[in-house]
């Protein structure tokens, strides 16, 4: 069965403290895996693609990795305006799931 | 600023009301979609228009009524809705690519939808 899990589900840092969120799926013919970001009450806010073991993507403090299995959302130094739920995606041949997301607080 | 645009951002209504949700993009997408998002869940798939016809329907209650006048707007008919149904509803739309749909999509801000 296609299955995306995101962990920590929350995760709480002080400013400038770096970390790593998790996306681990299991997908018969991975089409490409997605992070984005959203804002409470707000739509998703598409970051990164990553298509193929071993791309990285860079944005700002965000570096997104894959691997065949999983993904890593790298947060460097973050500040408290990078506090946001992150959801990653997967597609599959037919359809685009979702994770449940990681619920991220930066506080200064 | 987000280039999908959804009205209204809020909408409260009974049970027995009509009402509609509106969403257009001017980014030459083809793909537009309607997904359907409770609080501290992630969003769930509605609806999928490509080149305007409806290509996905994942098996939605036929309260929801989807609508694809032309290539920018998408529209969300509303009837006789229960409480469950209070939701964030959120338009989104994408390119389509030569195997099909892709994940990049592009969101609007939603619209707040509560059900008396």
């Known amino acids: 069965e296609d299955q995306v899990t995101q962990s920590p589900e929350a995760l709480r840092l002080q400013e400038g403290e770096s970390s790593s969120l998790n996306c681990s799926y299991t997908?018969?013919?991975?089409?490409?895996l997605f992070w984005y970001r959203q804002d409470p009450g707000k739509g998703p806010e598409f970051l990164f693609t990553?298509?193929?073991a071993g791309e990285e993507k860079e944005k700002e403090r965000l570096k997104a990795t894959l691997t065949k299995k999983e993904s890593f959302l790298h947060i460097t130094a973050p500040k408290p305006e990078d506090s946001a739920t992150y959801l990653c995606a997967v597609q599959a041949p037919d359809k685009l799931i979702f994770g449940t997301g990681t619920r991220l607080q930066v506080f200064p | 600023d987000t280039e999908v645009t959804q009205t209204p951002k809020h909408l409260v209504m009974g049970m027995t009301n009509k009402k509609s949700l509106k969403c257009e993009q001017h980014m030459g997408h083809r793909a537009m979609y309607w997904y359907k998002q409770k609080a501290k869940k992630p969003p769930e798939l509605m609806f999928v228009?490509?080149?305007?016809?409806?290509?996905i329907n994942e098996s939605v209650p036929s309260r929801f009524s989807p609508e694809c006048p032309n290539s920018s707007l998408l529209n969300l008919h509303l009837h006789a809705l229960q409480p469950e149904d209070s939701a964030l509803y959120l338009c989104?739309?994408?390119?389509?690519?030569?195997?099909?749909?892709?994940?990049?999509?592009?969101f609007g801000e939603g619209s707040r939808l509560t059900v008396l």
């Open positions: 990553l298509y193929s």
């Open positions: 228009y490509s080149y305007e016809k409806l290509s």
């Open positions: 989104a739309s994408s390119h389509l690519l030569g195997q099909g749909l892709t994940g990049e999509l592009f």
């Open positions: 997908v018969s013919g991975l089409r490409g």
